[in-house]
T-cell receptor, first 110, second 113 residues
Framework: GENVEQHPSTLSVQEGDSAVIKCTYS??????FPWYKQELGKRPQLIID?????GEKKDQRIAVTLNKTAKHFSLHITETQPEDSAVYFC?????????FGAGTTVTVRA | NAGVTQTPKFRVLKTGQSMTLLCAQDMNHEYMYWYRQDPGMGLRLIHYSVGEGTTAKGEVPDGYNVSRLKKQNFLLGLESAAPSQTSVYFC????????????FGPGTRLLVL
């Protein structure tokens, strides 16, 4: 089955700086890579996703890059704001089910 | 639309007791999932369903059973609860598979003593 590793497990950034979270996956057949954000006490929500036929996707301050050869993908958050403080999960799939990384707790310092 | 709802929000069980968690969605989604979330371990798939009347095992199915008798409902059962099943349980649904947005419920916090 798919195995997704996520790093770092915690990340503290100054407000206005950038944050980068990296994930690797094991199954070369995986072709869909979403990122979910979970605020404290809330449910996970999709913030951005990328499919294997593209290398990069942007949505305002967030972007995701995919390197299929190396089997890794990354989330980039620019100009971080206090509301970006949350746990972020990467995931990967090639069939009916998602495999999630262990999560990264991002703290934005004012 | 209520989206994905879960019942109950919080429950305390004694070891050996049984219970059923209910997940309901009103988005006409085919796929439904049950995950458990434990600190430092992300979201782990327990069971999933690709349509009414179907169920399949996920990554950590032992100790759990599920049923999908109606398209909008997905039930998760614990026949004999164990302290290791203390966790936060999330239900999710998607329209046509894992390569689409999954919409999560608010979660059920379960404590097994």
């Amino acid at each position: 089955g798919e195995n997704v590793e996520q790093h770092p497990s915690t990340l503290s950034v100054q407000e206005g700086d950038s944050a980068v979270i990296k994930c690797t996956y094991s199954d070369s057949a995986s072709n869909y890579f979403p990122w979910y954000k979970q605020e404290l006490g809330k449910r996970p929500q999709l913030i951005i996703d990328i499919r294997s036929n593209v290398g990069e996707k942007k949505d305002q301050r967030i972007a995701v890059t995919l390197n299929k050869t190396a089997k890794h993908f990354s989330l980039h958050i620019t100009e971080t704001q206090p509301e970006d403080s949350a746990v972020y999960f990467c995931a990967a799939t090639s069939d009916y089910k998602l495999s999630f990384g262990a999560g990264t707790t991002v703290t934005v310092r004012a | 639309n209520a989206g994905v709802t879960q019942t109950p929000k919080f429950r305390v069980l004694k070891t050996g007791q049984s219970m059923t968690l209910l997940c309901a969605q009103d988005m006409n989604h085919e796929y439904m999932y049950w995950y458990r979330q434990d600190p430092g371990m992300g979201l782990r798939l327990i069971h999933y369903s690709v349509g009414e009347g179907t169920t399949a095992k996920g990554e950590v199915p032992d100790g759990y059973n599920v049923s999908r008798l109606k398209k909008q409902n997905f039930l998760l059962g614990l026949e004999s609860a164990a302290p290791s099943q203390t966790s936060v349980y999330f239900c999710a649904s998607s329209y046509s598979g894992a390569r689409e947005t999954q919409y999560f419920g608010p979660g059920t916090r379960l404590l097994v003593l």
